[in-house]
Each structure stands twice: as structure tokens, then as C-alpha cells.
């Protein structure tokens, strides 16, 4: 049976992916309520539901939980007009709301020393929601070994290329699951990056230069989401409570940022806060 759903939202460059022609994509993974394709290139649109929200990679419908579970993997996806096929399922884009994933950093980095001035807040709120098995716990051999490779790479942040990319080097792929820890910590480290880094283009190619072959296909799509300045609307909420005085915005934003994936949000933060507090 055919089951025909309408977009909400869409990125812009989730769009920009599917308006690329001869759009072509297959499966990459089915979960609970999210569908991951992924084009030749290696490009990633992800349908998510509202309670996961946009995201640089994300195409947001109404997705009730068991509906996509008879999309197998490796199943193709084709875009005919404004209609994305998937199988059975049928998502009509036209009337989705084309949502920006590039906060403005421009003026965020004006903010910068507000921004600082809040961070000891954000690290004792972080803690005190953090995962027990996140970076931001350090519970672990492993966390303490990725921490470790991450603090090494102060001397790339300087300006020593060497440094940068071997550090990038150690931490891609490091850890488990479709998002390893060392890239979500990665990720983390190039929105901090795109605040505070004085040429935060070049300083994220690079990183994403050595780290997306050493990784997996929906890691390397959020990598190169983040080193273009990319990031989630819980990330942009967040950066919008750090750049105010509005105490009471800061908690739920690091709280709705580290509900992402098991430990994925926290190990953001914890790069995004390695080489800024530590």
C-alpha cells in the first residue's frame, strides 16, 4: 500500500542534494522513525520526525513510530518533480518550509566574549546531564584516551597544519556506532571552531579532509555539514542562549542537544568545549 506523507521542512542543503541532477540514492539506514539515504557521492537526506526536528542533513515529516520499518536497506530513492520515492512511500516536498542550517556567525562571533563568559555555565550544566558513558563524563579508558588525542590538537588550533591533521587522524572512526565518538567530538570542535577560530574555513577543511575516510558514510555527511558551519537547531538554540544573558535559556538548550542519539550530543559538546575551557 502506498503511504504518502508531506515534507514540513527542509534543509537547505538537503534540498540543494536532491535538486542536484540526475538525483539518484539508495538506503543507507532504516531506524525507528528515521530514514537515512545516501546519493553516489555520498551525500546524506535524512527523514526524520518533528521530535527529532532540522538538521543539515534533514527532510522533516510526520513519521509515526513502525511506519518505515518495511524499507529495507539498499532500497532505491529517485526524486520525480516534487515527489521523493522511496519504495511505497511517497514524501511531496513542495510545500516544505526551506530551513537554514548555517547559524549566523558573523554575528555570533561579535557576541564572542558573552558567549565566553557563559561557558563556565554551560560545562557545570553539561555535567550535570551528561551520559555516564560520554566524553564528558571521562568514565572510561577510551573517553580518556579520545579526550587525550583532542587536547593534542591546541598546536593545530595555533596554526601547525602537522599537528592538526595527525590529530584529526587519531580521533576519526574512533569509537562505535554510525556517529563515532571521536567524530561527533570532531564536529563539536568545528562549531567551536566557526565562534572563535580566526580562519575557521581552512582550520575545518582540514579537519574534515583527513577524517572523512577514515569513517562512516553518515558521519563523513555530518562532518562536512559542520566544517561548512552547519549544525542542528538545537545547536542553534544553544548558541543563541550562550550569546544572551538569558539565564534561564541555557539548561533546556544543553539538555535538547544532548538528547541527540545515545551520547552523540554530549560528546559534541564536550569538543566544542575541549579546546575553549580545557
Same mark, same amino acid.
Given at each position: ?14 534540498? @540543494? ?103 563556565? /555555565? ?98 563523513? @555527511? ?41 551520547? /552523540? ?14
Amino acid at each position: 500500500m502506498t503511504m504518502r506523507l508531506a515534507a514540513h521542512s527542509i534543509s537547505r542543503t538537503a534540498k @540543494a542534494t536532491l535538486q542536484r541532477p540526475p538525483f539518484s540514492a539508495h538506503v543507507l539506514a532504516v531506524f525507528d522513525q528515521v530514514c537515512d539515504l545516501v546519493t553516489p557521492q555520498g551525500d546524506v537526506v535524512a527523514l526524520v520526525p518533528p521530535s527529532v526536528g532540522d538538521g543539515p542533513l534533514s527532510v522533516v515529516v510526520r513519521i509515526e513510530p513502525g511506519e518505515l520499518a518495511r524499507i529495507l536497506p539498499g532500497t532505491p530513492a529517485w526524486l520525480d518533480g516534487d515527489t521523493l520515492y522511496i519504495a511505497d512511500l511517497q514524501v511531496a516536498l513542495d510545500g516544505a518550509f526551506v530551513w537554514e542550517p548555517c547559524p549566523d556567525w558573523d554575528a555570533l562571533r561579535v557576541g564572542l566574549g558573552t558567549i565566553m563568559a557563559n561557558l563556565p /555555565s554551560l560545562r557545570s550544566i553539561a555535567l550535570r546531564h551528561a551520559p555516564a558513558d560520554s566524553l564528558l563524563t571521562v568514565r572510561s579508558t577510551a573517553s580518556s584516551v579520545i579526550l587525550s588525542e583532542a587536547k593534542n590538537l591546541r598546536s593545530g588550533w595555533k596554526g601547525d597544519i602537522t599537528c592538526l591533521r595527525e590529530g584529526a587522524a587519531r580521533l576519526a572512526g574512533r569509537g562505535i556506532g554510525l556517529t563515532p565518538a571521536g567524530d561527533d567530538l570532531l564536529a563539536g570542535l568545528m562549531l567551536w571552531a566557526w565562534l572563535a577560530h580566526p580562519a575557521p574555513e581552512p582550520f575545518c577543511h582540514t579537519l574534515a579532509e583527513v577524517a572523512i575516510p577514515r569513517t562512516t558514510t553518515l558521519s563523513a @555527511a555530518l562532518l562536512r555539514a559542520a566544517a561548512r558551519g552547519e549544525c542542528e537547531a538545537t545547536w542553534q538554540r544553544l548558541l543563541t542562549a550562550l550569546s544572551t544573558n538569558r539565564a534561564g535559556q541555557l539548561a533546556p538548550a544543553v539538555q535538547q542537544v544532548m538528547a541527540h542519539g545515545a551520547t /552523540s550530543g554530549a560528546d559534541m559538546l564536550a569538543g566544542f568545549l575541549c579546546l575553549a575551557v580545557g
